[in-house]
């Protein structure tokens, strides 16, 4: 595997890229990896790179002609290869682990284009350039950093960088899980100990921790990668071995509950995605519609209404509270409200799988009675489906009372009936 760096810093990214294992890589010769300095292609005496841009604006833009220069040089030196000319861009899509492999794979010849300043003058991307690549949703001052991760990510997948494939192949993103949790000496450090299977020299119990703990860390650190996943059925076996030893997990640590942010989203929308599928195995026909979705979450986080209750840190669970009146409310029937003034609303209430039997419900009530109280609310009101025991048998259990029936999103297809309850605070 070839690599060319084009860019203005190529003494700052020869150091970081001639080290260590790409370093002996490069002594085998198995990968050649260059940085070429654009100025050296300028076409004028000041060695200029970049120029303002047409139409005004901040900063300057690296013009098209040293590049082109500059990549004409490259691949001319290069011959005939598998090519692929890539410009490090906040605009690409995302690098991978699976575009990594897919470009170790495919091509002999990697050229990394690195921009600065403003970027680069459109006309060369066009005209040169195969494929854009981000770090991520963020902007850097330069593509350097970008390109040393590319380089790093795709070149350790080179056959004979790593002593074994296995080095890569059990890692992090290679199969879209993350890798299980690693130890090394001394057996015990600051009071905690490796885990004893580890310890224990059963090879094939270790094996099977560690895919266990695969499982569980994409689940709880990455959410939306584990909603992703097709689970083969020995991993299936294992998730739900896994449920099966959490719902008799008791809650050891403490729970706190926290305004949820953008980050919570994944970890949200997976919990609704299991509560809906709970509420279809029990033919419940309530959230069969696709509801809560992402526009209903986010629109509660941009109220300041969505929770999260934490376990260990991860959101276990969700719930959005509001002091706003609810109108649906103002339509009950069969009965009557007991609280005068202000309540608040629970709405969109919902535990993780592996929670449930826990008691994080009832915590989940707590934490949202204690939101209410804090409004100076006198009640807090509740509504759910008729056929929704748990929910129902909950509420009962938190000291909530029925108070009658509301219809709710009426006409959106689903079935709007709803028995509606109240806790006085
Ligand atoms: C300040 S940025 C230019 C950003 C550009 N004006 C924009 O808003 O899209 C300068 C250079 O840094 C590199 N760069 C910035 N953010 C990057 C990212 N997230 N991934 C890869 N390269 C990035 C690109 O090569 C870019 O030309």
Same mark, same amino acid.
């Given at each position: 595997?070839?690599?060319?760096? $084009?860019?203005? !810093?190529?003494?700052?990214?020869?150091?970081?890229?001639?080290?260590?294992? #790409?370093?002996?890589?490069?002594?085998?010769?198995?990968?050649?990896?260059?940085?070429?300095?654009?100025?050296?292609?300028?076409?004028?005496?000041? &060695?200029?790179?970049?120029?303002?841009?047409?139409?005004?604006?901040?900063?300057?833009?690296?013009?098209?002609?040293?590049?082109?220069?500059?990549?004409?040089?490259?691949?001319?030196?290069?011959?005939?290869?598998?090519?692929?000319?890539?410009?490090?861009?906040?605009?690409?899509?995302? !690098?991978?682990?699976?575009?990594?492999?897919?470009?170790?794979?495919?091509?002999?010849?990697?050229?990394?284009? *690195?921009?600065?300043?403003?970027?680069?003058?459109?006309?060369?991307?066009?005209?040169?350039?195969? @494929?854009?690549?981000? $770090?991520?949703?963020?902007?850097?001052?330069?593509?350097?950093?970008?390109?040393?991760?590319?380089?790093?990510?795709? *070149?350790? +997948?080179?056959?004979?960088?790593?002593?074994?494939?296995?080095?890569?192949?059990?890692?992090?993103?290679?199969?879209?899980?993350?890798?299980?949790?690693?130890? %090394?000496?001394?057996?015990?450090?600051?009071?905690?100990?490796?885990?004893?299977?580890?310890?224990?020299?059963?090879?094939?119990?270790?094996?099977?921790?560690?895919?266990?703990?695969?499982?569980?860390?994409?689940?709880?650190?990455?959410?939306?990668?584990?909603?992703?996943?097709?689970? /083969?059925? /020995?991993?299936?076996?294992?998730?739900?071995?896994?449920?099966?030893?959490?719902?008799? &997990?008791?809650?050891?640590?403490?729970?706190?509950?926290?305004?949820?942010?953008?980050?919570?989203?994944? /970890?949200?929308?997976?919990?609704?995605?299991?509560?809906?599928?709970?509420?279809?195995?029990?033919?419940?026909?309530?959230?069969?519609?696709?509801?809560?979705?992402?526009?209903?979450?986010?629109?509660?986080?941009?109220?300041?209404?969505?929770?999260? $209750?934490?376990?260990?840190?991860?959101?276990?669970?969700?719930?959005?509270?509001?002091?706003?009146?609810?109108?649906?409310?103002?339509?009950?029937?069969?009965?009557?409200?007991?609280?005068?003034?202000?309540? *608040?609303?629970?709405?969109?209430?919902?535990?993780?799988?592996?929670?449930?039997?826990?008691?994080?419900?009832?915590? #989940?009530?707590?934490?949202?009675?204690?939101?209410? &109280? /804090?409004?100076?609310?006198?009640? #807090?009101?509740?509504? %759910?489906? &008729?056929?929704? @025991?748990? +929910?129902?048998?909950? $509420?009962?259990? *938190?000291? !909530?009372?029925?108070?009658?029936?509301?219809?709710?999103?009426?006409? @959106?297809?689903?079935?709007?009936?709803?028995?509606? !309850? @109240?806790?006085?605070?």
């Amino acid at each position: 595997m070839q690599i060319d760096i $084009l860019t203005l !810093f190529p003494e700052t990214m020869d150091a970081m890229l001639h080290e260590s294992i #790409l370093g002996r890589a490069a002594k085998k010769g198995i990968v050649s990896i260059r940085c070429v300095q654009i100025r050296d292609y300028t076409e004028n005496r000041q &060695r200029q790179v970049d120029d303002y841009p047409y139409g005004g604006g901040w900063g300057c833009v690296m013009m098209a002609q040293p590049l082109k220069s500059c990549l004409d040089a490259v691949i001319s030196a290069a011959g005939e290869k598998w090519r692929r000319v890539i410009y490090l861009s906040p605009q690409g899509r995302t !690098f991978t682990q699976a575009r990594a492999r897919a470009l170790a794979e495919e091509y002999e010849h990697l050229v990394l284009v *690195c921009g600065h300043y403003e970027g680069v003058d459109e006309r060369f991307i066009e005209e040169c350039v195969d @494929e854009e690549i981000s $770090l991520g949703d963020f902007v850097l001052t330069g593509g350097e950093i970008a390109a040393m991760a590319v380089t790093d990510a795709v *070149c350790r +997948m080179v056959p004979g960088v790593l002593s074994d494939p296995a080095c890569y192949t059990g890692e992090s993103h290679w199969e879209g899980l993350l890798e299980y949790p690693q130890y %090394t000496r001394p057996e015990t450090w600051e009071g905690r100990e490796v885990p004893k299977v580890l310890r224990g020299g059963n090879q094939a119990e270790v094996d099977r921790w560690r895919r266990k703990q695969m499982l569980t860390r994409t689940h709880d650190k990455r959410p939306e990668l584990f909603e992703k996943l097709a689970l /083969s059925e /020995s991993d299936a076996r294992l998730w739900a071995e896994i449920q099966k030893e959490r719902g008799r &997990r008791r809650l050891t640590e403490p729970v706190t509950c926290r305004p949820a942010g953008e980050n919570d989203l994944p /970890s949200v929308m997976l919990i609704f995605r299991q509560a809906q599928n709970y509420l279809k195995k029990h033919r419940v026909d309530q959230w069969q519609d696709g509801y809560p979705d992402e526009m209903a979450v986010r629109a509660d986080m941009e109220r300041g209404e969505a929770y999260v $209750l934490c376990y260990g840190g991860v959101p276990a669970a969700c719930f959005c509270l509001s002091a706003r009146p609810e109108a649906s409310y103002d339509l009950l029937t069969d009965g009557k409200w007991r609280s005068e003034g202000l309540y *608040c609303v629970l709405h969109r209430n919902a535990v993780e799988a592996s929670f449930r039997g826990t008691g994080l419900a009832d915590r #989940l009530i707590e934490a949202a009675e204690d939101l209410a &109280r /804090s409004h100076g609310a006198a009640a #807090l009101r509740a509504d %759910t489906h &008729r056929h929704n @025991e748990p +929910m129902k048998a909950l $509420l009962k259990r *938190c000291g !909530f009372r029925y108070r009658g029936n509301i219809l709710v999103r009426a006409g @959106e297809g689903h079935d709007p009936r709803r028995q509606a !309850f @109240e806790k006085l605070l």
